[in-house]
């Protein structure tokens, strides 16, 4: 059964890349820690520029930011449940738990409404309740929403990283579901991976 049934565009595999496009998937292993390219980068494998575009901002987000790596991810999972992409929600769910979120809070992710249904401290729900709003109706957010953001204890260089990592994920979740890859969860390679016990120096090196 062909696993990328329904997808709007040509996928590159690995094997036939060649030129830039082989260039670009290796840079993709390398960004992600993982031995193979994950399907959401060989979406736009038929557009090297694109490719390289969204190589740049993966790499930013996840391997160069100031938040804790699991506070990245839990947004980036957060935000493809706001928008209901199986497949983003299991790949950064993956991810969270490697960077030391628990299986439980996973698990609230996925059934989760709200926020307010996550198992996290309150300093953490006023971010994602403001990330929500982000995603469902930017054009709404008040000075009020960002101070009651800053009196939660995040500074505005914190919420500038998360609104980008936010942002970010609004673009693929849409980019994802729009080009017919976003269905299940289960069409994400990284989501049937097994968590490790110990993530080892290449994920705690990512995490810094």
Same mark, same amino acid.
């Not at 390289?52 to 930013?60: I, K, N, Q, R, V």
């Not at 939660?152 to 080009?179: K, P, S």
């Given at each position: ?5 329904? &997808?709007? &565009? ?20 390398? &960004?992600? !820690?993982? =031995? ?13 520029? +694109? ?5 740049? #901002?993966?790499? $930013?987000?996840?391997?160069? $930011?100031?938040?804790? %790596?699991?506070? %990245?991810?839990?947004? !980036? @999972? ?11 929600? #299991?790949?950064?769910?993956?991810? +969270?738990?490697?960077? $030391?979120? !628990?299986?439980? +809070? ?9 926020? =307010?249904?996550?198992?996290? *401290?309150?300093?953490? %729900? ?7 709003? /982000? @995603? ?6 008040? =000075? ?8 939660? #204890?995040?500074?505005? =260089? *914190? ?8 942002? /970010? ?8 579901? #729009? /080009?017919?890859? $976003?269905?299940?969860?289960? %069409?994400?390679?990284? !989501? ?17």
């Amino acid at each position: 059964m062909d696993g990328n049934a329904g &997808v709007r &565009v040509p996928l590159i595999d690995e094997a036939d890349a060649t030129g830039r496009v082989a260039e670009l998937y290796e840079r993709a292993k390398k &960004v992600t !820690s993982l =031995d193979f390219v994950p399907d959401m980068f060989r979406l736009v494998s038929s557009r090297p520029e +694109l490719l390289e575009t969204m190589l740049a #901002g993966y790499d $930013g987000v996840f391997n160069h $930011g100031k938040l804790p %790596r699991q506070t %990245r991810e839990l947004i !980036s @999972s957060w935000t493809s449940k706001v928008n209901q992409c199986p497949y983003c929600v #299991g790949t950064h769910n993956f991810f +969270l738990q490697v960077f $030391g979120g !628990s299986e439980e +809070l996973a698990r609230a992710i996925d059934a989760a409404d709200s926020p =307010d249904d996550l198992p996290v *401290d309150e300093r953490t %729900r006023v971010l994602l309740r403001l990330l929500t709003k /982000l @995603s469902r109706s930017a054009y709404r957010i008040t =000075d009020d929403d960002w101070e009651t953001a800053l009196d939660a #204890g995040w500074t505005a =260089d *914190d919420l500038l990283e998360a609104f980008f990592c936010a942002a /970010l994920f609004n673009f693929i979740t849409r980019l994802v579901d #729009g /080009l017919g890859l $976003g269905t299940t969860v289960t %069409r994400s390679r990284i !989501s049937q991976q097994e968590v490790p016990d110990d993530p080892g120096p290449s994920a705690a090196a990512a995490a810094d």
